[in-house]
């Protein structure tokens, strides 16, 4: 069996989630211990929120409308388990666009209302998401490998998470999926890209990523 005939390899979907989740607990973190973040922290702080929630809701747009439809023409038999999923995705949509709505305010205001309804919207995010990719890894993710192949996973890839996005942004994106990851995943995440492209992105955007992570993180 080839290498694109393969089951579909789908340990990135797993490093996405723990990302999301990275920084989720990173952002309650710094918006809950004193002193808050003020100046050009709360505004970094409240950007990477609103950058986030983009981030989320154009991975759902995938799922539902590239990788979802794919899996159950190859296997209808999994069908319940991705109504189940469309189903979370409906009922995450609405805290992800309060979570928005929230970081634009406080980004842009100095209120200590706006950083407590930001806090209530990441917590009501949360509550809801949280179970989500933990059951989309769990249990979406082995029917997955077992209905497509590698190649079909690679085409879905390239047609939703790396086509529509600018060089720089996949840059960005790939800095934040290495933050923090281990040895494993380091590998997982920098296969994705050719070797060419992949030494700039790890290279040509590593002082970039620094900087942005520095001002929302640091006082």
Do not use: C
Not at 180 to 203: K, N, S, T
């Amino acid at each position: 069996m080839g290498p694109s005939s393969a089951p579909a390899d789908t340990r990135i979907m797993g490093i996405v989630h723990g990302a999301l989740r990275r920084d989720l607990d990173r952002s309650h973190a710094a918006l809950t211990t004193k002193p808050y973040p003020q100046g050009r922290q709360r505004r970094a702080l409240g950007e990477h929120v609103m950058w986030l929630m983009g981030l989320l809701h154009a991975h759902h747009t995938g799922e539902d409308e590239g990788l979802w439809p794919l899996v159950r023409r190859r296997n209808p038999a999994a069908g319940p388990l991705l109504d189940s999923l469309d189903a979370d995705h409906r009922r995450i949509a609405p805290a992800i666009v309060t979570l928005t709505t929230a970081g634009r305010r406080y980004a842009a205001t100095t209120t200590d209302e706006a950083r407590s309804r930001l806090v209530a919207a990441l917590e009501a995010l949360t509550g809801v998401l949280v179970p989500h990719l933990e059951r989309e890894v769990a249990e979406a993710m082995p029917v997955v490998s077992a209905s497509i192949t590698q190649a079909e996973w690679h085409t879905w890839d390239q047609a939703y998470n790396v086509k529509p996005k600018s060089f720089r942004r996949l840059g960005i994106e790939g800095h934040w999926l290495l933050d923090g990851i281990d040895p494993e995943g380091y590998q997982v995440v920098v296969r994705q890209v050719p070797a060419v492209p992949r030494f700039i992105l790890l290279h040509g955007f590593a002082r970039s990523y620094r900087r942005q992570t520095a001002a929302r993180w640091q006082p």
